[in-house]
């Protein structure tokens, strides 16, 4: 072979070696032009599956925990004045706002992008007391598996504690019915809602229609936080209502604002987090009167008629 032959061969065998090593890299980093966001969206999948996985493993944990208090709460409550098992009936209903997400799917190119929106809603949530055994039942429309099953129970055994009532010959059903599927991290904030409802069927008393609540009830009857606060204060205000309770501990509102940059072709997000007062916020934003609530005997002297 001829010397120039030689080093031609040479000068082609580094290049594709060189060459061989920046496709290597760029796949070990994900910079392979096309592909970096379909990484990037696989790993963010993953990230929120699993996410997903670890939040129904803990709230599966807390539904059969709660289910099994509430029942040794019931068989071992003997009361000798206040309300009677048999004589526990009645019916009372009130709307309630909760969030629901949509996802939409945009194409760019070979890329794929996933955005999530939230828009506010309200549900009919409906309770009978009627005879029965002393279970806690929940209907939804449409089906939304057992997203609202844990606040029933915590609404049923608050409520049976504040008015006296021996529910343990009483069938407690809740209906609710929503425009659209609410996610499972929503579903318990109708919890002190729910207890109200229950409240007033167990008294026959009448609730407040043009008001409303979000927050959740703990066994001690305290009103836990929420979210989707902007969301849920619009659905009511659009609704017609006039009062949105609120918990004491959603007094300052955080939001963030995501500004979108582009880097060849990639869509980047910085969250700027921000906070403000949020009865302030909401009043001016919607015109619905907020006020603030602790425990659930803050809600009925608000809410009873």
Known sequence: MKPYHQTLLLIVSLALNVVLAVV???VITGNVPGTSGRLEDLRQKNADLNGQLEGYNQTI??????IEFYRNQVNGSSRASGYQGDGVFGT???????????????REGS??????????????????????AGRVLVETRPLMGIVFQDAANTAVLVAGNITGANLSSSDVIF??????????????????????????AIENRTLNQSATLSGTINPDGTIGTIGGITD????????????????????????????????????TNKQITQTTD?????ENQTGIKVIFVRNISDVLDLLMN
């Open 111 to 132: 890329l794929i992008f996933e955005r999530a929106t939230q828009n506010g809603i309200m549900m009919d949530v409906n309770v009978e007391i009627k005879p029965g």
């Open 175 to 200: 209906s609710i019915h929503a425009p659209g599927a609410v996610p499972q991290i929503d579903g318990p904030s109708a919890g002190a809602l729910m207890t109200a409802v229950v409240t007033a």
């Open 92 to 106: 009372s209903g009130l709307q309630a706002p909760a969030v629901m997400s949509t996802v939409s799917y945009t």
């Open 232 to 267: 849920k204060a619009q659905a009511a205000k659009d609704s017609g209502k006039q009062l949105f309770l609120l918990p004491e501990g959603n007094q300052v509102l955080s939001f963030s604002t995501p500004p979108e940059k582009s880097f060849f072709g990639m869509a």
């Open 278 to 282: 949020t009865q302030g916020f909401i």
């Open 24 to 26: 290597l890299g760029m």
């Open 61 to 66: 944990g807390d539904y059969i925990r709660q």
